[in-house]
């Protein structure tokens, strides 16, 4: 049976991650009644433009209306129950069923089926079942049944930095889906502290300062906040510094980049991404100095991470699959700022994968090598659970959070 944290909580129960009876209880509690992240606006922009949202053994689709608006379904033929949508598959102005052609329109009415069929009980007014979904600061948003609260209050936490990074600017960049033999809380949970940045990453130690590193509860959420263009305590004598500063500071777009060894680097890299989002026209307006080049992570209750440079944002998404604790999607998909009057330019190749063997980047590669690590020895049973540090308070904090929400 699911239990509470213990008081005082010196150890987080491994069962959380490793029992049928917590995804159980996720599974009824959890993921019908919260809102879930599903793309950016931009992502399904023109009509008929869809993404498909799967958690647990509940499919959405997601589509773009005639009218603009955005509408939700069961990803369920209302014929035979064959699945409709993947992501990456065919698009259209309307959802064609793969099996006998049944044909919806995106507000989830029968447009048409195959010619000369008689119908032993006629369809009626059969329509795609609707999902709640709703669109804001940039961002499309749903709600598989009954939300525990209202979408505003959902994100009051973290609207103003949104709303500052003009998310409705931003175009898809990259797009990953991978299965992971391994819990969701465990991906989410490596994801969510940077106290493995020293161990495990220490390539950016000479451009991440980890011992400054600060973590902020935001109620459901949490948000933590890393700080860049400056060297990192823990960095050995030994790394390469200029290489790997030189690398960051092309990849934010600053060719040539700034040397180095110069005094007030931060400050200076700061001035440097001010001037170029001016020059480019960028949506960086509004942001703060300390926002052009730091690392804003927020944790979003239950399942979502949405981090914030100024030049990218990359949200990681744990999705358990099937009904399982052992198994897992997750997805990594990355935005870039469009240039004011830059047009949409398509959406990026859908790449899908297994954690074990597909191609990723090397410190993705390193962090799901650590995920499927840990699933694997907290189901011995001499693991009791997690010892935390204070630099992996956001994974107490998503802990306290699902108690207060699951077990009230
Ligand atoms: S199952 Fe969809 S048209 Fe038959
Ligand atoms: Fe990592």
């Known amino acids: 049976m ?25 599974r009824t509690h959890l993921w019908p009644n919260a809102w879930l992240f599903v793309c950016f606006s931009s992502d399904i922009a023109q009509p008929g433009e869809r993404q498909v949202l799967d958690i647990g053994t509940e499919s959405a689709i997601v589509i773009r209306g005639d009218d603009g608006q955005v509408h939700a379904f069961h990803n369920t033929c209302p014929h035979r129950g064959m699945r ?63 939300p525990k609260l209202s979408l505003d209050n959902f994100l009051a936490p973290i609207a103003d930095t949104l709303t500052r990074h003009h998310l409705d600017r931003w175009v898809r960049s990259d797009d990953i889906t991978l299965t992971v033999p391994a819990n969701w809380k465990t991906s989410a949970d490596v994801s969510n502290e940077s106290y493995h940045i020293r161990t495990i990453h220490p390539e950016v130690l000479p451009i991440m300062n980890d011992t400054t590193a600060t973590v902020d509860a935001l109620g459901l959420h949490s948000k933590t906040t890393v700080h860049f263009g400056q060297a990192s305590p823990h960095m050995s004598a030994s790394a390469p510094y200029d290489e790997t500063m030189r690398g960051w500071q092309e990849s934010i777009g600053l060719k040539p980049p700034l040397d180095p060894r110069a005094p007030h ?33 927020f944790h979003l209750f239950p399942n979502t991470q949405i981090n914030l440079y100024a030049h990218r944002v990359q949200i990681y998404r744990h999705r358990p699959a ?40 090397a410190m993705m590669a390193i962090d799901l090598a650590m995920v499927i690590g840990l699933q694997r020895g907290m189901r011995s049973s001499a693991c009791d659970g997690l010892r935390l540090t204070t630099e992996e308070t956001a994974i107490r904090h998503l802990h306290e959070q699902l108690d207060a929400w699951l077990l009230a």
């Open 265 to 297: 680097l931060r400050e200076r890299l700061q001035a440097a991404q001010r001037m170029r989002g001016e020059a480019q026209k960028l949506p960086w307006q509004d942001l703060t100095d300390a926002e052009l080049v730091d690392n804003v992570q």
């Open 2 to 26: 699911p239990t509470r944290l213990p008081t005082p909580c010196t150890v987080i129960p491994a069962d959380r991650y490793t029992s049928t009876a917590w995804a159980e209880l996720e």
């Open 84 to 146: 409709l949508c993947d992501n990456g598959g065919p698009q259209g102005r309307h959802v064609r069923c793969a099996y006998h052609h049944w044909t919806w329109k995106p507000d989830g009415k029968l447009l048409s089926w195959p010619d000369g069929t008689q119908f032993a009980q006629p369809p009626g007014d059969v329509t795609l079942r609707p999902v709640l979904v709703e669109e804001r600061l940039g961002l499309v948003w749903l709600c598989f049944s009954t």
């Open 322 to 361: 099937g009904t399982s604790p052992h198994e897992m999607i997750f997805d990594q998909i990355a935005y870039r700022p469009l240039a004011e009057g830059e047009k949409r330019p398509p959406m990026p190749p859908h790449k899908t994968g297994d954690a074990k063997t597909a191609q990723q980047g």
